[in-house]
């Protein structure tokens, strides 16, 4: 078992950063591939960003791509979202993830455990 938790959600104005963190629990975090994903009020949960277990594959959505920077630290059993010029349509509930491999997955079927979600809003 997996539990995931995640934190720095907030309001940013358009054009402002913010980092999220997600916090997992358990000895095997570091042999999962993990993930984010963002779900807007009316929409359908969506792929953000992954990473593999080791940290040298990531992979992003094309709506943040090169704009977002996802990270791990399996020494402390976390993982990162950078987020970088961020704009009124990045506004979502983010969501971590730790995916069922090591490896960099984009469905969220591959994923099996899931944390709360943490709330990002941007201004205009």
């Known amino acids: 078992q997996v539990q995931l938790v995640e934190s720095g959600g907030g309001l940013v104005q358009a054009g402002g950063s913010l980092r999220l963190s997600c916090a997992a629990s358990?000895?095997?975090?570091?042999?999962?591939?993990m993930g984010w994903f963002r779900q807007a009020a009316g929409k359908e949960r969506e792929f953000v960003a992954a990473?593999?277990?080791?940290?040298?594959?990531?992979y992003y959505a094309d709506s943040v791509k090169g704009r977002f920077t996802i990270s791990r630290d399996n020494a402390k059993n976390t993982v990162y979202l950078q987020m970088n010029s961020l704009k009124p349509e990045d506004t979502a509930v983010y969501y971590c993830?730790?995916?069922?491999?090591?490896?960099?997955?984009?469905?969220?079927?591959?994923?099996?455990?899931w944390g709360q979600g943490t709330q990002v809003t941007v201004s205009s």
């Open positions: 990473i593999s277990w080791s940290g040298i594959s990531t």
């Open positions: 993830a730790a995916a069922r491999t090591g490896g960099i997955v984009v469905l969220p079927p591959a994923y099996a455990y």
């Open positions: 358990g000895r095997t975090f570091s042999s999962y591939g």
